[in-house]
């Protein structure tokens, strides 16, 4: 060991020998002492770790006899800690603490700041240092190591050069640096800790707050090269001890400590999921709180820790979510007291800064369910106090928060919270009235909320508005406003998938929680119309809850299109087909079972009408015995005159009565049960089929069915041919046989009728004397009831053209002719004049029936289609009969689709429809040329567009409504750019004005122009125009808004100015006083937040700060162009067209100056800008203002005082007097309200300096309406020098 003693004295002699004779030691600051090397250093760790009294004290006796210090071996040994190679800065260290913790050692000697400074910097080191892969981490060598000594290492400053000196002149592994062994680093956190025991550091506040964040950052910077492993479980352990012994009151103050700490550890908190994390932590809500107890300062820097981690939480979604789980898991940990302190101070985090206020948001719903606690019992306890009220009227007033990501969360989370609140019936009472959500009037408050965010502008609010109806009516019931219920059906119809659905789970919870009509009603017109949505998901999901309603008649029209679906999909069930036999068997047995004639009986509603739209997908689950006995029931009976309805609820002795109806309702069961069997036919026997077909014939050939009887049985025979057919061959061929058959009896009838008619009219009109009035009267009833057995056969016809289209029907064609031509005389005949045979008068009945008849034979026949598709044009104008009119739209659309290209040049005469004056047409041909667009056999152009524009003001709701739908959800997806072109056009349209102003003048005569215009200046039309305009405006995106401001002024304003536009014509007005009117709406104005991308981004909660950022960019662009354009282009135009009329003295000087004033308000800023050309016209322009302003408050005021019922003729003259003052009174004020918005303060120019007329005496020609003005007014004007404000005098 005197060896070793003797090896390190020589060292150190010669690290201060080299010290005192280097020149630049005590001239470079940079200059620093050598390092001692590794064998001097392992000769040291030796020393030491003998443990022995006698040894150290010889080895700091033989120092002292070579004139040196302890502290001697601070320098070397810092120099090694600092800059060495990683594994000698850790034997650096090892040794430091080591000689530290050595008996009889000087510990305030060698103890210094800067010496403990340097070991945790060796510490963070070797944290640092990444291991090489290829060799075991104890004995692995670095990647520099392998390459060798770097290239630079010789050009080092000659100051560092003693640094690395025994680097250079040693050999072998000496040269190289080594990777540490991890064990070392243990050893060196084992011996840190037992220093700490005898040195307190709270007189070293830089060396414990230094201490503090190496031994935080372990854990951070470990995981990354061990892992979840031991080695790191190992590290992790020895930091949460050291942080521990540093917390005693030895070390400091513990409060300041632990807040050194707590903040050291808020990065490793608010990490997303890391070791790191789960150590910080763990430390905080274990070890901290174990020790919060024994210490008030450690317990209020834990209490504080939750508020510091939510200022510091980060914006993100993601992060964000992390940092709430972290301060949820200390509070937590928490005493209840704390933790309701923390409460308050998230409530009043609500109202603070916007990601405050978001997190807050996230936080309620956590802290609610959390914490322990009953509503009631905080009411029991503390009354109006309870810290959950409170929470719950927080997040309810951020649903109305102004950013809309906050109002998305605020709603989300109240969703949550109500759900959970609910679970517990102690709760639920308290619950409901804490947001007000019961049955009376005091769920106003929410019912108002709902509304509003159902119908925000966000589609992410709109979403968590409706979930959170659907949950507030699933856990609380309660109920809803007229309007909240049609908002929510609105929303059915959203653009997004994900609104929708949204909006149908609200909608039809409240549907199965309640019974009250308005919601059955908003349901039926909402929900059962999505089977048919376009997004498949929408259909499969919600089709099993329309089957449960499939009583209600306004659900069924949607019926077929479910089973369709499910059948294709075989999610149809044998199950549902005996179901619905036992519900009609069941229903039979209880009508007979009081005694009541069998023949009175019905199936329930809906019964018949689901089973057969089954039985297309279950033919084999259907009883045939069951289908026959009806049959025969419905058939023997069904034609009686009186036929009553079974009960379908109660008694049916109740009150003595039953309901009566009409035969229609048993046609109804036989048509569904005839295409019942239809389907189940192809089960049947082979005699079975053949008799029941021969029955179904014979049924046909009598000719006095109900029409949909008619068209059932065709169909249902057509079907048991064919699947009774060996191949198709032989059922083309059988159908045809008995089509032609029936056709030939059908004509026979029809000629038959044709000709008794013809006799009759002759035989009433030249017979002298006429018939006696007993025979004319039996040969009009036997007419009268062959004219029922006509149209059925007439109707029959049309119904075997379309089952056989091949069928002979040459000798019909001219039957059919002569009705549907006999409305039309012959003048230019040279016959005896014989009364032409009008059935159109005569049968009208008939009539239209042969119309509807030769559409289908036309349908089937091109080049019959060709030369009666104008017949059908000509009837469609000039019909008086609604009924046809409505037929021929619906077979004019039929023609659209198969003979697009004849009918092509008559859509504008279909479209004269939509002006029908009976409702049901109007929407019939709205409906079907929608359809037609829809699926482009027609096209957007020429006049369609503009007519349809008509139906958004139309008489009737309902075709208003469809009209919304169309143009807000439809045209804004398929022809977005539609609204834009033809905006200018529809303008001229609706005014019924033809300016030249480039514009095609539409088609067709003058008549027809006019109605489909609006013309007229009322307020009734201009309000007409004006929803259209709007509607408009709305499907339109920014950059087109800021295209049709542009078109509005060049097309309009600039066409009027160079006398294109006539305005002094009423047309000519209307249009510019259009123009004027929505320049100045707010819809044509540009918000940045308006955008012509999709609303589903929206959809995104947080939006993300690149959407944000790029919004916000897209927003400034749009400005500056409107500014720009507004600049180049409207500003101009406005002057020049005021001039024009002011010469004219045109009334619309006052709609100019309006529209003017709101454009200069909105950009009152840029004014300065917009006229730096011409400061004089700005002035003029500033003085033009005001004096409309002045003007229209005079009118305003005198306008109340004369309309005042209390104004006597007495006091008339001070009356009059006040009126005048005030009206000066408020002129003044407005102008110079606006002189202080337009010149921002600065003083407006004396009067004298302003361009303006002369003002006359009264003395000077006084004339007109001026005569009345006294000489004192007029003088006072010229004396008043300025309109200077009141703040700038």
């Given at each position: 060991m005197a060896d070793s003693i003797s090896r390190i004295i020589a060292e150190l002699e010669e690290n201060q020998q080299q010290n005192l004779t280097n020149p630049r030691t005590h001239l470079s600051q940079s200059s620093s002492p050598s390092l001692l090397s590794q064998s001097t250093l392992l000769d040291l760790q030796s020393l030491v770790d003998t443990n022995d009294p006698d040894i150290i004290d010889q080895f700091y006796g033989d120092l002292s006899s070579k004139n040196l210090s302890p502290t001697s071996l601070l320098p070397p040994m810092s120099v090694a800690m600092d800059s060495g190679p990683t594994h000698l800065s850790l034997l650096s260290s090892s040794v430091y603490l080591s000689i530290l913790l050595a008996p009889n050692s000087p510990v305030f000697t060698l103890f210094t700041p800067m010496a403990f400074l340097s070991l945790l910097r060796s510490i963070r080191r070797s944290l640092k240092h990444r291991p090489s892969p290829a060799v075991p981490r104890e004995e692995s060598t670095t990647g520099r190591n392998s390459r060798g000594p770097p290239p630079n290492r010789k050009k080092r400053s000659r100051g560092s050069r003693s640094v690395v000196r025994d680097l250079e002149t040693g050999t072998g592994d000496e040269n190289e640096e080594r990777e540490f062994d991890v064990r070392v680093l243990f050893s060196v956190l084992e011996k840190l800790e037992s220093v700490l025991g005898l040195v307190h550091l709270d007189r070293f506040p830089d060396c414990l707050k230094s201490l503090v964040q190496t031994m935080c950052e372990i854990p951070v910077t470990a995981v990354e090269f061990y892992g979840v492993s031991a080695s790191f479980s190992r590290l992790v352990d020895m930091s949460s001890r050291i942080l521990g012994k540093i917390l005693g009151s030895e070390h400091g103050d513990p409060a300041s400590t632990a807040g050194e700490v707590l903040k050291s550890l808020t990065s490793s908190i608010l990490l997303s999921k890391s070791p790191a994390r789960s150590f910080a932590l763990g430390f905080v809500s274990k070890k901290m709180m174990v020790l919060s107890k024994e210490s008030a300062g450690v317990k209020k820097a834990i209490v504080n820790l939750p508020k510091y981690l939510a200022n510091k939480a980060p914006e993100k979604a993601e992060p964000r979510g992390y940092a709430v789980e972290a301060i949820m898991e200390i509070v937590k940990a928490m005493e209840f007291d704390d933790q309701i302190g923390f409460v308050q101070y998230v409530v009043k985090m609500t109202q603070g800064k916007v990601s405050l206020r978001l997190l807050a948001v996230d936080l309620i719903p956590l802290l609610v369910m959390a914490l322990k606690g009953s509503l009631e019992e905080e009411l029991d306890n503390e009354g109006s106090h309870s810290w959950k009220l409170a929470c719950l009227q927080a997040i309810i007033e951020r649903c109305g928060d102004s950013t809309a990501g906050i109002r998305a969360r605020a709603l989300s989370n109240l969703t949550q919270v109500a759900g959970f609140l609910s679970s517990d019936e102690k709760n639920r009472e308290v619950l409901k009235e804490a947001i007000a959500f019961t049955g009376n009037h005091s769920n106003e408050g929410i019912n108002d909320l709902l509304r509003k965010r159902c119908a925000d502008e966000k589609a992410a609010v709109r979403k968590a508005a409706l979930l959170l109806v659907t949950k507030l009516t699933t856990t609380l019931g309660g109920s809803f406003d007229d309007v909240l219920l049609k908002m929510m059906g609105i929303a059915c119809s959203d653009p997004l998938v994900s609104i929708r659905k949204a909006a149908i789970s609200a909608l039809s919870e409240a549907f199965r929680t309640f019974s009250n009509e308005s919601v059955t009603i908003e349901w039926l017109h909402s929900v059962p119309r999505l089977i048919a949505d376009n997004e498949s998901s929408i259909q499969e999901e919600w089709t099993l809850v329309l089957l449960k309603q499939i009583c209600n008649g306004e659900v069924t029209p949607w019926v077929k299109k479910i089973c369709t679906q499910l059948g294709k999909k075989k999610r149809l069930k044998p199950r549902i087909v005996d179901a619905l036999q036992n519900i009609i068997k069941t229903s039979e047995s209880l009508w007979l079972s009081y005694s009541l004639p069998i023949e009175k009986w019905t199936a329930p509603p809906g019964a018949w009408f689901l089973l057969s739209e089954l039985s297309a997908y279950l033919p084999k689950a259907v009883d045939w015995e069951f289908l026959l006995h009806h049959w025969q029931l419905l058939d023997k009976n069904g034609g009686q005159d009186?036929?009553?309805?079974?009960?379908?609820?109660?008694?049916?002795?109740?009150?003595?009565?039953?309901?009566?109806?009409?035969?229609?309702?048993?046609?109804?069961?036989?048509?569904?049960?005839?295409?019942?069997?239809?389907?189940?036919?192809?089960?049947?026997?082979?005699?079975?089929?053949?008799?029941?077909?021969?029955?179904?014939?014979?049924?046909?050939?009598?000719f006095n069915m109900h029409s949909?009887?008619?068209?059932?049985?065709?169909?249902?025979?057509?079907?048991?041919?064919?699947?009774?057919?060996?191949?198709?061959?032989?059922?083309?061929?059988?159908?045809?046989?008995?089509?032609?058959?029936?056709?030939?009896?059908?004509?026979?009838?029809?000629?038959?009728?044709?000709?008794?008619?013809?006799?009759?009219?002759?035989?009433?009109?030249?017979?002298?004397?006429?018939?006696?009035?007993?025979?004319?009267?039996?040969?009009?009833?036997?007419?009268?009831?062959?004219?029922?057995?006509?149209?059925?056969?007439?109707?029959?016809?049309?119904?075997?053209?379309?089952?056989?289209?091949?069928?002979?029907?040459?000798?019909?064609?001219?039957?059919?002719?002569?009705?549907?031509?006999?409305?039309?005389?012959?003048?230019?005949?040279?016959?005896?004049?014989?009364?032409?045979?009008?059935?159109?008068?005569?049968?009208?009945?008939?009539?239209?029936?042969?119309?509807?008849?030769?559409?289908?034979?036309?349908?089937v026949d091109g080049k019959l289609a060709k030369r009666y598709i104008p017949l059908f044009v000509q009837e469609l104008e000039k019909s008086d009969c609604a009924m046809l009119r409505n037929n021929l739209v619906v077979t004019m659309a039929d023609f659209c689709v198969r003979y697009t290209a004849l009918v092509d040049c008559y859509i504008t005469k279909i479209t004269k429809c939509l002006r029908d004056p009976c409702e049901l047409v109007r929407r019939q041909t709205f409906l079907l040329l929608s359809r037609l667009l829809q699926r482009d056999y027609v096209k957007w152009r020429g006049v369609l567009f503009l007519r349809f524009l008509l139906s958004l003001v139309d008489e009737s709701k309902k075709i208003r409504q469809l009209a919304d739908f169309l143009f807000a959800n439809i045209l804004k997806a398929k022809a977005p750019l539609l609204a834009y072109n033809s905006f200018v056009e529809a303008i001229y349209v609706l005014n019924d004005c033809h300016a030249d102003n480039g514009h095609p003048n539409p088609k067709g005569s003058q008549t027809e122009n006019r109605a489909f215009s609006i013309r007229g200046n009322d307020e009734s039309s201009r309000s007409k125009r004006m929803h259209i305009y709007v509607t408009l405006l709305k499907q339109m995106a920014s950059e087109h808004l800021l295209a049709t401001f542009a078109k509005l002024c060049a097309e309009i304003l600039a066409a009027t100015s160079d006398g294109m536009l006539n305005i002094e014509d009423v047309t000519g007005q209307s249009v510019l006083q259009d123009a004027f009117q929505i320049l100045s709406c707010k819809e044509i104005r540009i918000s940045p937040s308006r955008g012509s991308a999709s609303e589903t981004a929206d959809l995104d909660e947080e939006g993300g700060e690149g959407g944000t950022c790029a919004a916000a960019a897209k927003g400034r662009a749009i400005t500056q162009a409107v500014r720009r354009g507004l600049i180049q282009n409207t500003i101009p135009i406005f002057i020049e067209l005021k001039r024009l009329l002011e010469s004219k003295n045109s009334p619309l000087i006052g709609s100019l100056m309006e529209c003017l004033r709101i454009?200069?308000?909105?950009?009152?800023?840029?004014?300065?800008?917009?006229?730096?050309?011409?400061?004089?016209?700005?002035?003029?322009?500033?003085?033009?203002?005001?004096?409309?302003?002045?003007?229209k408050t005079k009118s305003t005021v005198q306008s109340t005082i004369f309309r005042s019922p209390n104004v006597s003729k007495v006091g008339s003259g001070n009356k009059l007097?006040?009126?005048?003052?005030?009206?000066?009174?408020?002129?003044?004020?407005?102008?110079?309200?606006?002189?202080?918005?337009?010149?921002?303060?600065?003083?407006?120019?004396?009067?004298?300096?302003?361009?303006?007329?002369?003002?006359?005496?009264?003395?000077?020609?006084?004339?007109?309406?001026?005569?009345?003005?006294?000489i004192g007014v007029l003088e006072s004007l010229r004396r008043r020098q300025s309109f200077n404000s009141d703040d700038e005098n």
């Open positions: 009186e036929l009553r309805s079974p009960l379908v609820q109660g008694d049916p002795h109740e009150n003595g009565k039953c309901l009566e109806i009409d035969s229609v309702a048993w046609a109804g069961d036989r048509v569904f049960l005839l295409q019942t069997i239809s389907y189940v036919s192809v089960e049947l026997p082979a005699e079975l089929a053949a008799d029941l077909a021969h029955n179904m014939l014979k049924r046909i050939e009598e949909t009887e008619v068209n059932a049985h065709v169909k249902a025979l057509r079907t048991l041919c064919k699947q009774k057919s060996v191949n198709i061959e032989e059922a083309g061929i059988l159908v045809m046989k008995w089509a032609e058959r029936l056709i030939s009896k059908a004509s026979k009838i029809l000629e038959k009728y044709i000709s008794e008619s013809t006799e009759y009219n002759k035989d009433s009109s030249f017979f002298t004397p006429p018939t006696s009035g007993i025979k004319k009267a039996k040969r009009s009833a036997t007419i009268s009831t062959s004219l029922s057995e006509t149209v059925t056969a007439v109707y029959t016809i049309g119904c075997l053209v379309i089952v056989c289209p091949s069928a002979d029907i040459s000798s019909i064609i001219p039957l059919l002719h002569t009705i549907i031509t006999s409305a039309n005389s012959d003048p230019k005949s040279k016959r005896i004049p014989v009364p032409a045979l009008s059935l159109k008068r005569t049968a009208p009945s008939l009539y239209i029936q042969a119309w509807l008849t030769m559409g289908k034979i036309c349908l454009l200069l308000k909105d950009y009152k800023n840029e004014i300065d800008d917009i006229l730096v050309a011409d400061k004089q016209l700005q002035k003029e322009l500033i003085y033009d203002i005001q004096k409309y302003e002045a003007a007097q006040d009126s005048k003052v005030a009206s000066e009174m408020a002129a003044a004020a407005i102008a110079k309200s606006v002189l202080r918005e337009v010149n921002k303060g600065t003083p407006t120019p004396p009067l004298s300096s302003i361009s303006v007329p002369k003002l006359k005496s009264n003395q000077e020609g006084t004339s007109g309406r001026n005569h009345h003005r006294p």
